[in-house]
């Protein structure tokens, strides 16, 4: 059974850094796309972040640009997201997802087969 879990979410004032980590198992994700979504309170589901197999490509969704970095470790299977410069705005729940049959780096929720149970970020003002 494939499981994602996240960890590192928490309470942070506007302006610190957080970082989530997403253990992945059941399967090897080293060929998995892998990323990270968000949702807040009455808002759509967000693409946050996405990084394919080798790392050699990354996608970022503009409201986290030069802002947040997601990394992988294939050894280990996880999937982590540096967020720094935090603002009240990127307060959410956050998704860790893999999808193995993906050709590119897809951007919407739907390209995602598997994700996790998500990890509350809350960002004070």
């Known amino acids: 059974q494939v499981q994602l879990v996240e960890s590192g979410g928490g309470l942070v004032q506007a302006g610190g850094s957080l970082r989530l980590s997403c253990a992945a198992s059941g399967r090897t994700f080293s060929r998995y796309v892998m990323g990270w979504f968000r949702q807040a309170p009455g808002k759509e589901r967000e693409f946050v972040a996405g990084i394919v197999w080798s790392s050699a490509v990354t996608v970022y969704g503009d409201s986290v640009k030069g802002r947040f970095t997601i990394s992988r470790d294939n050894v280990k299977n996880t999937v982590s997201l540096q967020m720094n410069s935090l603002k009240p705005e990127d307060t959410a729940v956050y998704y860790c997802?893999?999808?193995?049959?993906?050709?590119?780096?897809?951007?919407?929720?739907?390209?995602?087969?598997?994700w996790g149970q998500g990890t509350q970020v809350t960002v004070s003002s």
């Open positions: 997802v893999a999808d193995g049959t993906q050709t590119h780096l897809g951007v919407r929720a739907i390209e995602y087969h598997y």
